[in-house]
């Protein structure tokens, strides 16, 4: 134990002058002027490169302390829990209901959708609780990507951060996109087309530019370079009208629609079955992807300790109840085979006469879409910020700007690519790669809680942990897979049971400590597990194209990390 403590000490302290070097090296030789010589020696001892980070951790201080001061001034500590929870709901409100809901009930689960975002919403509810026992032991800016890198070590981090960032990009852009289909129903024009124009020779589904989207992301970027608290205000004033226009679609829905449209359409409540109930869930969990902004906003929250956790759950549990009603509402207004599939709110109350009440929504669905732009807007930034800061990209994307306390670079950078998706690429193209991202961080973290829990604070041996979240995994593949191709008569009871057992002898044989946690998870392993279950769930209900796409997006990521990610961290 002596030895251990210390090298533990001596790796400290080398890791402090490791950092003194790295800041003179980049003054006096910035990477522009490293010669393309020394890039292709520095490429030949590659393989001793990955042996040396590809598990290489940080711990909870280091990132606290060294990493965070990478960035050069520190942001600035200005949001209370009011600001937190009204924070997650823009973030979430907007996204899911205005862009997937009329879709999902339309083609994949019919009335059913409500049930959908339930199941989507449990998901999101428990994974969000282990992002707040994270949140808390590692309150930075690095979200999910800072989580998995001080547990699994920098190379699954990295997947895990680029991944975050992918879905970021590709979400906002397409929620840029629907902000134009709303606002052109607010003026009245039925076709959102006829604001974007058409390019001959161009692919189908990048042939429709959007100007409308790329002059929005453009001035919330020019905002969120000025500071968190005023973009935080301003979206604290959109969010407070969304949940007015919220309740009044709700109720308006019930009042003028008839509750018989839900049973009375062709196949009743669920006319695609329970599997299409599953995959809408797969699909319209898109909505809840603003949470995991809450966590990312740790470096400015005045008391992070007390404030996340109400802050992450408290905006999943409220954002999920409305979701629910207002898919509900949708369906009881129109039969499903009826709704419209874009900007479906609006032709809902178009078809019952309520026409001023169409341009309403119109209105309402593009403040709400502003307001969970800003917000994931935000959150992008700072997730780029503290991966540059671990050298995985360019240095410089890392800076804070002293005056404003914000990520300057990483949010103009963003924002760039995000206008740039958002002006040729239609929504249903990026929507199931946005699912199948979401859902495998999620899937990570939950891991990561479990091996965080009983082999970092727990102490217990980490091969015992590893198997255990293996047959989880490869039990959880086999029950989907088997609902997936109809294999119900012994599939199911089979998968089903030995993933309760297994979960049951962990918990009953593996001692779990919760000792120097200010908040923790109740009741583990059984949430962390249940989350790890649906997040494979509702993966494997995805179509192969997005696997394919997916496939293609993780190649290029870690072809990225071996030429220039793992040699910058290893300089580092």
Known sequence: ??????????????????????????????PSNICFCNYLNSLSQTPYKLRRRLLATWTPDQELNQVRLRSGADMKRKLSLFDLVA???GGM???????????VARTISGPAVFISYIIAGISALLSSMCYTEFSIAVPVAGGAFSYLRVTFGEFV???????????????????????TEYLSGTFGVEDPNSWRIEMHGFVKGYNML???????ILLLTLFLCHSTKESSILNLAMTIFHVIFFGFIIIAGFLIGDPKNLVSSPGGLAPFGAKGVVDGAAIVYFSYIGYDSVSTLAEEIRSPSRDLPMGIVGSVVIVSFLYCLMGLALCVMVPYNEIADKASFA????????????????????LGIMASLLVAMLGQARYLCVIARARLVP????????STGTPLNATLFLGFCTASIALFTELDIVLEIISIGTLLVFY???????????????????????????FLTLLSVGFSLSWKFEQRLWGLPLFAGSLITITAIFHYMIPSSRQDLEWSMPLMPWPAATSIFLNVFLMTTLKILSFKRFGIWTGLIILFYVLYGVHSTYRA
């Not at 001596?10 to 890791?15: M, N, R």
């Not at 680029?162 to 902000?179: C, H, K, T």
């Not at 959007?210 to 929005?216: E, Y």
């Open 1 to 30: 134990m002596y030895t251990l403590a210390c090298f533990n000490f001596i790796e400290a302290k080398t890791l402090g002058i490791f950092d003194q070097f790295e800041i003179m090296e980049n003054n006096l030789n910035p």
């Open 87 to 89: 924070l997650g709901l």
């Open 93 to 103: 409100l907007g996204v899911g209901v205005f862009v997937t809901t009329g879709h």
């Open 157 to 179: 981090g990295y997947l895990a951060g680029a991944n975050i960032l992918m879905e970021y990009v590709l979400s906002n852009a397409a929620v840029a996109r629907s902000f």
């Open 210 to 216: 959007d100007f409308s989207a790329v002059a929005l």
């Open 347 to 366: 032709m809902a109350f178009q078809k019952l006469g309520w026409k001023w009440a169409s341009h309403l929504v119109g209105v309402g669905a593009s």
């Open 395 to 402: 240095a410089w994307l890392a800076k804070v700007h002293p």
């Open 444 to 470: 990570l973290v939950a891991n990561a809680l479990i091996y965080r829990r009983y082999v970092i604070v727990g102490s217990n041996p980490p091969l015992h942990i590893l198997l255990f979240l293996f």
